[in-house]
């Protein structure tokens, strides 16, 4: 009864259609577009807080001291990290029907894990692989049409949709291998430890490449926690539209109003 | 007759060929803009004097007032005259503040004109990427260039790796409207205050 609620609040919030407070400019789906509604705003923005806090007294803190590190070094926990979500992309590849990028990015696991020396050295994009995409459960149900629900912005891991929200849970019932050999099985080699330690590395490494990004961001915002969301649902948008063409995520109906000339 | 056709004819070849001479394509106009932006930050100038020439190339190169309108969305259309003067003025130090405030915290960035793609009559997105450091990685930036006029090429909008900031700011303001009941009292406010912290 209790998963049947929870269940039915999800789905209830996942396909809410919604007029949000951004000028309904936020469309996160490929075939059920709608604008994302910020529907908890007054509780995000506390939680967004709390983040900042958090990101002062710890997060940044740290990817500072990693920034310190020798390039080589962070060069090569990233394509270790990236390797990794490889085993959340693959499947996802295939769930969104791309078998030839699964094929590419199976391949592109193999020949890093073994002659990468467990993903440090990108080998792969060194003889010709095409760049990596990461993809995730919750754009794979955005690319299957399940609209994004409300805006969430979550303790510690920051800004989310609903759906993407639920998507993650995939991560941990059975869709990430990594997850599958560390935490949910027992094994000789590799523990839970491995499995949350790369979770906060694949954290940090992106905090330490954006410091200066976010900084600099955040000073010239008027409306920090608008900026982000704003930032958030157009990083998703296109991810999920998997577009490299600016054109094809753009509106340009506004643009077209707009005569100074 | 004769006469009056070929001298009309030599005149329309003459005018469009003039004109063309002082239009200029869009990724020549973006690489000649950053290239007056690197200057600047490459060269010994104080943080002051930098942003001064930043908002003097951003003046020159941008769509300030097209950037305005459009990051106010349907918001513009409920102004009064007085407002949307306000407004305008409010706007256009605040984005030269931002703007140069941004660009100033970098030194020397290299940024190469890879290629460009010609939209419509109006627009020509511009591609660029800017190379990456040792604290920074590779940032690829997309310009959107109005080129209605082509003698006059205006910068619309910084697309950095996808995100579109003309768009970002534009939910910004809204987010404050919005928040304050609809008033754009409460934007120019916050405008203004930006403008003098």
């Known amino acids: 009864m209790k998963k049947f609620l929870i269940i039915s609040l999800v789905s209830l919030m996942l396909t809410s259609s919604a007029n949000a407070d951004t000028d309904g400019e936020n469309n996160i789906s490929n075939k059920n577009p709608g604008p994302v509604k910020d529907c908890f705003e007054s509780v995000n923005r506390v939680t967004f807080k709390f983040n900042q806090v958090l990101d002062n007294i710890i997060f940044e803190p740290v990817a500072k001291t990693y920034r310190i590190l020798p390039s080589p070094v962070r060069a090569g926990t990233g394509n270790a990290l990236n390797n990794l979500s490889s085993l959340v992309t693959i499947p996802n590849n295939i769930l969104q029907g791309e078998f030839v990028k699964a094929g590419v990015n199976t391949g592109r696991f193999v020949v890093n894990t073994t002659i990468g020396v467990v993903g440090i050295f990108d080998v792969a994009e060194k003889i010709g692989f095409p760049e990596y995409e990461k993809e995730d459960y919750g754009q794979t149900l955005g690319v299957m049409g399940v609209g994004a629900g409300c805006y969430i912005v979550l303790p510690v891991l920051g800004p989310s949709t609903v759906r993407d929200t639920a998507g993650s849970f995939a991560n941990v019932l059975g869709g990430d291998a990594w997850y599958n050999v560390t935490v949910a099985n027992d094994t000789q080699h590799v523990s839970d430890f491995d499995y949350w330690a790369s979770r906060a590395s694949t954290g940090i490494n992106f905090r330490a490449k954006n410091i200066d990004s976010f900084n600099n961001l955040e000073k010239n915002s008027m409306d920090f926690y608008a900026s982000v969301r704003s930032l958030y649902l157009q990083d998703r948008q296109r991810k999920i539209e998997n577009s490299k063409a600016t054109t094809e995520t753009m509106d340009d109906g506004d643009w077209e109003e707009i005569e100074s000339q | ?197």
């Open chain 2, 1 to 197: 007759m004769n006469k009056k056709f070929t001298l009309a004819i030599f005149l329309i070849i003459v005018f469009s060929n003039f004109s063309k001479a002082y239009s200029i394509e869009a990724d020549v106009f973006v690489q000649s803009t950053i290239n007056r932006a690197a200057k600047t930050l490459g060269g010994n100038l104080s943080k002051e004097e930098r942003m001064e020439k930043l908002k003097e190339i951003a003046r020159e190169t941008v769509d300030i007032e097209g950037i305005g309108f459009y990051s106010l969305g349907a918001n513009r259309k409920n102004l009064t005259d007085d407002q949307l003067n306000e407004y305008k003025k409010v706007f256009s130090e605040y984005f030269l503040k931002s703007f140069s405030s941004r660009l100033a915290e970098y030194s020397n960035p290299e940024i190469e004109v890879n290629s460009k793609n010609v939209i419509n009559a109006n627009y020509t997105i511009v591609s660029s990427t800017l190379a990456g450091t040792d604290s920074r990685p590779e940032v690829k930036i997309e310009w959107r260039v109005y080129t209605k006029d082509p003698e006059n090429l205006l910068i619309r909008d910084l697309i950095i790796e996808g995100l579109s900031l003309a768009r970002t700011q534009k939910e910004e303001f809204s987010s404050i409207i919005n928040s304050n009941d609809g008033k754009i009292e409460a934007l120019l406010k916050n405008l203004s205050d930006f403008v003098v912290k």
